[in-house]
């Protein structure tokens, strides 16, 4: 199993351009998050989806959006970059109502996104 | 609401000595608390969970935590520190989000230093 695989790696942005950081994941897991993570302020959430169908903003989400394609992919999209959002965004994923029933999250290895 | 707060940004330990990060937390009832670790340009690695089975709870690597809800304090110890220890300490408290899910709080971070 991949875990929870995303992409790009890597991300150099202009002020204004859009992109869209892709997240999946093989655990058959029903939850799924987006975190941003800046020097000195840990992991904050931008949003996360408890179930296919369903998003829910967390901590940070101005400036996001997301995208439950389907149980295994869930996208976050940058409509028109800012400086500001320059960070790094990991995706996690979890199954608190699975047969472990379990709030344990597993994370992503990160994209790392610079705006200019 | 819930908080976590990492009492130490930064924490150096020479090699062979034990190690302590420092956590306390915020709850209004009998929390799940978590510790992961980012070695650099990595993803976060679980270490170790409380979900109050035990109150000390053993990780991966040789690093346990106590739960003391008195002082509600969840710190990590390790008796006898790594080189390959160096990396940066979450503490994470879980609470309950919408539709069933769960929402992680994050500390702020304490980046370990091992001297040779």
């Known amino acids: 199993n991949a875990g929870v695989t995303q992409t790009p790696k890597f991300q150099v942005l202009k002020t204004g351009q859009s992109m869209t950081l892709q997240c999946a994941q093989d655990?058959?897991?029903?939850?799924m998050y987006w975190y941003r993570q800046d020097p000195g302020m840990g992991l904050r959430l931008i949003y996360y989806?408890?179930?296919?169908?369903?998003?829910d903003k967390g901590e940070v989400p101005n400036g996001y959006n997301v995208s439950r394609l389907n149980k295994r992919e869930f996208s976050l999209r940058l409509e028109s970059a800012a400086p500001s959002q320059t960070s790094v965004y990991f995706c996690?994923?979890?199954?608190?109502?699975?047969?472990?029933?379990?709030?344990?999250?597993?994370f992503g290895p990160g994209t790392r996104l610079t705006v200019l | 609401a819930q908080s976590v707060t990492q009492l130490d940004s930064h924490v150096s330990v020479s090699e062979g000595t034990p190690v302590l990060l420092r956590c306390n937390y915020s709850?209004?009832?009998?929390?799940?608390l978590f510790w992961y670790v980012q070695h650099p340009n990595k993803g976060l690695q679980l270490l170790l969970k409380?979900?109050?089975?035990?109150?000390l709870v053993k990780g991966i690597n040789g690093f346990e935590a106590e739960f003391k809800k008195s002082e509600t304090s969840f710190h990590l110890t390790k008796p006898s520190a790594h080189m390959s220890d160096a990396a940066e300490y979450f503490c994470?408290?879980?609470?309950?989000?919408?539709?069933?899910?769960?929402?992680?709080?994050f500390g702020t971070g304490t980046r370990l230093k091992v001297l040779a």
């Open positions: 994470v408290v879980s609470e309950g989000a919408t539709s069933g899910t769960y929402k992680y709080i």
């Open positions: 709850s209004s009832y009998s929390p799940s």
């Open positions: 655990m058959n897991h029903n939850s």
């Open positions: 989806s408890a179930s296919e169908g369903t998003t």
């Open positions: 409380y979900t109050s089975a035990a109150t």
């Open positions: 996690a994923s979890s199954d608190p109502r699975g047969l472990d029933s379990t709030d344990t999250q597993y």
